[in-house]
């Protein structure tokens, strides 16, 4: 079974105006590094526009918010829109924020039927940082839990994992996932940083494992974070679906954060969930794009956390 690489054309046309970190640029360079012959053997399906996807972001957000981010994305914008200080949508904002929430849904369907081994989301918006009621951190659905629950409610996943390597804790998933013991959800990230919460304190029902890193740790305490709570934690879940948010603004280039990461670092967070995802649920493995700001750093990084999708999978 192979790899799938799931993304859309239309992610480029999600204008976030002059100088913001997170435009269109980064699927252009992520599309120059998987046009590479080593990315031959992945399979490449395009980002759905699913007739229900507005039905599965309510799994995870209210209608409120649903209608505010479609009265916002469809109505007339002259350019760009600030919906807040960094999260802002342009006329291809809503095709995008929709058929990223799609790729989910598509990448799931895929991994739970065995018809892939396991899939990668190369989508914009991100999506960790918005909540079940706002917008928020340049995301407008939080597309990680949204494939999450999708899982469950369609495909009798009981047990959801998501799992977040991004620079920047995921307030969204975390607040969506807060009061349910069978959702998971584990995260490094820098602290302090946005959006200020991802305390060691914050637990839910006991499912919540926040592993906060300094500014400038490298690998090594990474790692360790991994190793010593989020990965034994994991370990105890026994999920039925690992979901990454894979974001790669921990890496030492990123303009936004602290941390020194490097590529190596990412292919060995991927290949340790990729061991617990095949020790739980036959390696099923859906992963969505979420930051990564530095051009060269955010391409290699996917370059090398694809391809080791793609080892572990074949
Ligand atoms: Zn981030």
Request: aromatic share 6%; with cysteine.
């Amino acid at each position: 079974m192979a790899t799938l690489l799931i993304t859309h054309p239309c992610f480029v046309d999600h204008d976030t105006g002059p100088g913001h970190p997170e435009r269109p640029d980064r699927m252009r360079a992520i599309d120059k590094i998987l046009a590479h012959d080593v990315f031959k053997e992945l399979t490449r399906e395009e980002a759905p526009l699913r007739e229900d996807v507005e039905e599965r972001i309510l799994l995870a957000h209210s209608a409120a918010h649903l209608e505010k981010m479609r009265a916002i994305a469809t109505g007339p914008i002259n350019g760009t829109c600030h919906i807040d200080g960094d999260t802002v949508v342009s006329p291809g904002s809503w095709e995008a924020a929709l058929r990223a929430v799609g790729a989910g849904l598509h990448a799931v369907d895929a991994v739970m039927s065995g018809r892939a081994a396991n899939a990668f989301c190369q989508v914009r918006p991100p999506g960790h940082h918005a909540d079940a009621d706002h917008a928020m951190g340049f995301c407008l659905f939080s597309n990680a839990a949204i494939a999450g629950l999708y899982a469950r409610a369609e495909h009798g996943a009981e047990r959801i994992a998501v799992v977040d390597f991004d620079v920047h804790h995921g307030n969204g998933t975390q607040d969506i996932y807060w009061s349910d013991k069978d959702l998971y959800y584990g995260s490094t990230h820098e602290m302090p940083l946005f959006p200020g919460t991802g305390a060691t304190s914050e637990t839910g029902v006991g499912n919540i494992f926040n592993a906060p890193l300094r500014a400038g740790d490298t690998g090594e305490r990474f790692r360790d974070a991994l190793e010593s709570r989020i990965l034994p934690a994991l370990h105890d879940f026994g999920p039925d679906l690992v979901v990454i948010s894979a974001g790669f603004d921990a890496h030492r280039a990123d303009p936004l954060a602290n941390l020194a990461l490097v590529e190596a670092d990412f292919s060995w967070a991927t290949e340790k969930f990729a061991d617990m995802a095949n020790r739980h649920c036959h390696g099923r493995i859906v992963s969505l794009l979420e930051g990564g700001y530095d051009l060269n750093a955010l391409a290699r990084s996917v370059a090398v956390h694809v391809k080791t999708l793609m080892d572990v999978g074949a």
